[in-house]
């Protein structure tokens, strides 16, 4: 490559020389702002030639100093990445080991190498929030915030922070941080759910499960949302009962009815309703019709309070008894009937209801703790003994215990949702003592 050069050189002093002996001839040159030279004209393009090679020479030499340059600093780049990802596999490593100290001492060597390494400060921030130090991880979260504030782990991490502080406000604030960047970010609606259901915000609630519902594709994800949202619109129509409007709390249980025709606590709420607006008739004769629709004994149980509490007990042992002509072998339809009869002290005909039972059907320590106080009434000691053994076991007297069908959470009191697993419709009146606790 020298020698061509040389050849190329050469060629060119040649034709010069050639151009020399011909080109005799002086040219006045001016120099702007300056003299005027007299020169030959040959002089002139060598001078010319001269230049522009230097000019040329001077932009290689730049290109290729710009080239070392950046070849530098790209080497530099990459040898301090690599260690950054060394420090943060051992990092990584440190915490799957539960070896925290390590861990942290591996990610701030991250950040002396890189200070706005995202992931460090995350990791960071997380480990400083699992120890209890918060105001720590909120600097490392901040921090993070502050190098990206489109990025969305910063601010699920903050949130959960917030969360855990308490600060259900700030925690809200930053979830609609987020949706304001991805309105269908589903974890960010599923936190904010979870938030505003600690607070009981049900008419918000509503809004934004029929959101959650519209994003969820899967049908089995449907199913679970569709009984979510039969759930809020319950619990909004009992904190509009609770508030005193009625309207709003009759329209909202009708409508979980339109949804699911097995909605219990919804006609036990509808039958409240026209109670408290004193239409008791109407209540009873609801109650008794969805009765023998759905069979469900704590429709019954509401409706025997409601007829003792208006005075026609007649009319609900006529109603039991229609029940049990047309169920003669359901013995927990008997055994609610000879409950009834104790409660109405009308112990002959409690003790004779419960005779007919078939234990083989009912054998609880309900059924034996009744009756064995039915032969102490009669003063039959060796039966009420016998029986009151069977019922060694039972804690409160004639008291039958809710159960969930869902969960087998079991309690004294009635609750459309269950406490335990948050399912609501679950609960039945554990007569026959086959709810076990899962």
Not at 199 to 224: F, G, P, T, V, Y
Not at 270 to 298: C, P, R, Y
């Amino acid at each position: 490559m020298g020698k061509i050069a040389i050849l190329v050189f050469l060629i060119f002093l040649g034709i010069l020389g050639f151009f020399a002996v011909e080109n005799k001839d002086i040219v006045t040159v001016k120099v702007p702002f300056g003299d005027v030279y007299e020169i030959p004209k040959i002089a002139l393009i060598l001078l010319s030639s001269t230049l522009g090679a230097l000019a040329i020479l001077l932009v290689f030499f730049v290109r290729d100093t710009k080239r070392v340059i950046d070849n530098m600093q790209q080497s530099k780049r990459q040898r301090r990445e690599e260690k950054v990802r060394e420090y943060y596999s051992k990092a990584l490593n440190a915490i799957l080991g539960d070896k925290e100290e390590d861990a942290i001492e591996s990610l701030n060597d991250i950040l002396k190498e890189d200070p706005e390494h995202l992931d460090a400060l995350l990791r960071l921030g997380d480990i400083a929030m699992s120890n209890g130090d918060f105001s720590m991880a909120q600097v490392h979260y901040k921090k993070a915030y502050s190098i990206n504030t489109k990025g969305l782990q910063a601010l699920l991490s903050l949130e959960s922070l917030m969360e855990k502080m308490d600060r259900h406000e700030d925690a809200l604030r930053y979830i609609d941080d987020i949706l304001e960047i991805d309105s269908e970010n589903l974890t960010a609606l599923y936190r904010k759910r979870r938030l505003l259901e600690k607070r009981e915000k049900w008419d918000a609630l509503l809004s934004l499960q029929k959101s959650i519902l519209k994003l969820e594709h899967n049908e089995n994800d449907k199913n679970r949302e569709e009984k979510k949202l039969r759930g809020y619109t319950y619990e909004y129509g009992r904190a509009s009962l609770e508030n005193g409007e009625m309207e709003k709390a009759e329209k909202a249980f009708r409508s979980i009815i339109k949804m699911d025709e097995s909605f219990v606590p919804a006609y036990l709420g509808i039958a409240e309703v026209l109670h408290n607006k004193g239409e008791t008739e109407d209540a009873i004769n609801l109650l008794e019709k969805i009765f023998e629709q759905l069979n469900s004994v704590i429709i019954l149980a509401r409706l025997e309070d409601m007829l003792i509490s208006v005075g026609e007990p007649g009319r609900l042992i006529r109603f039991y008894k229609s029940a049990i002509s047309k169920k003669p072998n359901d013995a927990g339809l008997k055994f609610l009937l000879g409950k009834l009869f104790f409660r109405l002290e009308m112990v002959e005909d409690a003790l004779n209801t419960l005779n007919e039972v078939d234990t083989s059907l009912l054998s609880t320590t309900e059924f034996y703790n009744l009756r064995g106080e039915l032969y102490l009434k009669r003063n039959q000691i060796p039966k009420a003994i016998e029986d009151l053994r069977k019922a060694c076991e039972f804690k409160k007297t004639l008291l039958i215990p809710y159960c969930c069908s869902n969960c087998g959470f079991r309690s004294i009191d009635w609750a459309g949702r269950c406490p335990k697993c948050l399912n609501w419709n679950t609960y039945k009146l554990d007569i026959y003592s086959t709810c076990k606790l899962k």
